[in-house]
């Protein structure tokens, strides 16, 4: 039997729990999971002690985040995978090529265009590979209309009309979070967007030339909440009486999941995973990014789009468009949203079937419309999740003739789209791409 590779972890927040649950259940045969890195003790004691309550696993070794190159040089991870906050993505995966390792990082590859530098310089020096987890790649509505458009059935793509919209119990939870604050996420043109950059550039292969956006906060902050006649006292939510009925309220103390990662994590951090959405103070720094947002990307290859991001819609979704010389695909996905907290894939996964109604649709140019038949999602992310973790961690995983496996080239062409959008916002103007970072053209 082949020699387990090696996985180390920096970054033990919610969204570390599917790599952990993955490495230590699903993949244990293939991977083996030897160490946790984070800035908090009491956070990695909750992936490590259940993992060996759920999966009877060894004990795993936790490091401090200032131990990070001792943990590596100890454990000897042959990748470090890394789940922390946005803008220091780029710190553990350049650090990590430099201690030998390949990494694999969620999205955002990072959080502006001088960072993707600094990983791309590390890649050059050291020879390592990086890969990005843009998990909706894998979906299967998305993979249905990249088959699509790989088919011919719209001829060549010429324009993009992409909206997407979050719910006020998606939409809300980033600004309770740290990705309230621009410099820790760059906003939800690069935390939540890059998501949605990156299919549109994998549907039609292409890279972005130049990006001109608006984006303001309408709904969510104090002054807002002021317009429509609302006013909070407190800064947070849990322990408050008078939040009791406060529809935004999220209470940490109600949630096992978020009680053991943040609540019980805060004497330790200081960081407050439930803020009040429309109040700032001691503890809840005001909110610095937007929750409204129009972009214009215009393609290489000739293809425009027009995007557009809301996080208060009253439901949650998108819908896509995209038309050719001999045709148009449309796209509408009403999912069930989350809060981030840690959930299992399956809990995950009746979440979003609860309140899915999916369509696509193809519209020939002289033909008849019909729908497309999308199989059933099983699984976070319409059915993403689970596919995109056996390409990454079985050993001999499956041909994917719809190159989904996205490279550091990928991570960072959908970054770019979102620091081009953050830049016209600040200024007003334009923005030519390859000013900011120049890429191959082709995806």
């Known amino acids: 039997m082949a020699e387990k590779k090696r996985y180390a972890i920096v970054g033990t927040g919610s969204r570390a729990g599917m790599y952990v649950n993955a490495l230590t259940n699903t993949y244990r045969d293939h991977a083996q999971l030897v160490a946790l890195c984070d800035t908090s003790m009491t956070r990695m004691k909750v992936h490590a002690n259940r993992i060996i309550e759920n999966h009877k696993h060894p004990p795993v070794p936790m490091y401090l985040a200032e131990k990070f190159d001792q943990m590596v040089k100890e454990q000897k991870p042959d990748v470090v995978i890394t789940t922390t906050v946005d803008c220091f993505h780029d710190v553990y995966i350049t650090r990590a090529m430099e201690l030998g390792c390949d990494a694999i990082t969620e999205k955002p590859m990072t959080t502006d265009a001088d960072k993707a530098k600094k990983i791309f310089a590390a890649i050059e020096k050291t020879g390592r590979k990086l890969r990005v987890t843009h998990n909706y790649r894998y979906s299967t509505y998305a993979t249905a209309l990249r088959e699509q458009i790989m088919k011919g059935a719209i001829g060549t793509p010429k324009l993009i009309e992409f909206s997407w919209v979050l719910d006020t119990r998606h939409g809300a939870d980033y600004f309770r979070r740290w990705h309230r604050e621009m410099d820790k996420s760059g906003g939800l043109l690069i935390h939540k967007a890059s998501h949605h950059f990156d299919l549109a550039n994998w549907w039609i292969q292409s890279r972005p030339k130049r990006v001109f956006a608006s984006a ?11 317009k429509r006649g609302k006013e909070y006292s407190y800064t947070r939510y849990t322990g408050v009486p008078e939040a009791k009925d406060d529809p935004f309220a999220l209470f940490l103390d109600k949630d096992p999941g978020l009680k053991a990662l943040y609540l ?51 439901w949650e979704g998108l819908r896509v468009a995209i038309t050719g010389d001999k045709g148009r695909i449309e796209l509408y996905d009403k999912h069930g949203s989350h809060i981030m907290r840690g959930q299992s894939d399956e809990e995950l996964a009746l979440e979003q079937a609860r309140a899915n109604v999916q369509s696509l649709k193809l519209f020939p140019m002289f033909g008849v419309p019909k729908e497309i038949k999308v199989p059933e999602a099983k699984g976070g992310h319409g059915g993403g999740d689970p596919v995109m973790l056996d390409q990454i961690f079985l050993p001999n995983a499956p041909a994917d003739p719809f190159g989904r496996a996205a490279t550091h080239i990928d991570g960072a062409a959908s970054v770019l789209i979102g620091a081009a959008g953050n830049k016209s916002i600040a200024t007003g103007q334009p923005i030519i791409c390859d000013e900011l970072l120049k890429l191959p053209e082709t995806a």
């Open 216 to 226: 303001e906060l309408k709904f969510y902050g104090k002054e807002n909440a002021k």
């Open 264 to 314: 019980d994590a805060e004497m330790e951090t200081g960081y407050l995973r439930d803020r009040n959405v429309f109040n700032d103070g001691p503890g809840a720094p005001p909110i610095t990014i937007y929750d409204t947002h129009a972009v214009n990307v215009d393609y290489k290859n000739g293809v425009t789009m027009s995007y557009a991001l809301v996080a208060y819609s009253p």
